[in-house]
């Protein structure tokens, strides 16, 4: 598993389902469509994603391990 960042390239509004799919080792769209199938239950889903993509760093802004 790689770190969890956001992507500079495969972005389609902030980068966090591309983020997750690296992560996870699943396809960008394979995430975009749980996303939005999540979208129809009930819950904070945007909530949550806004606050990824607040939280997470981008891919050029994120520290390499000291490692």
């Keep these: 598993m790689t770190a969890l960042a956001r992507p500079t390239d495969g972005r389609v509004i902030g980068g966090v389902c591309a983020a ?16 939005l199938l999540s979208c129809l239950l009930p819950g904070p889903q945007f909530l949550l994603y806004i606050a990824l993509w607040i939280l ?5 802004k994120a520290r390499p391990a000291a490692w």
Excluded at 22 to 30: I, K
């Design 56 to 60: 997470l760093p981008s891919e050029n």
């Design 20 to 35: 997750l799919a690296r992560r996870f080792g699943t396809s960008a769209t394979t995430m975009r469509v749980i996303f």
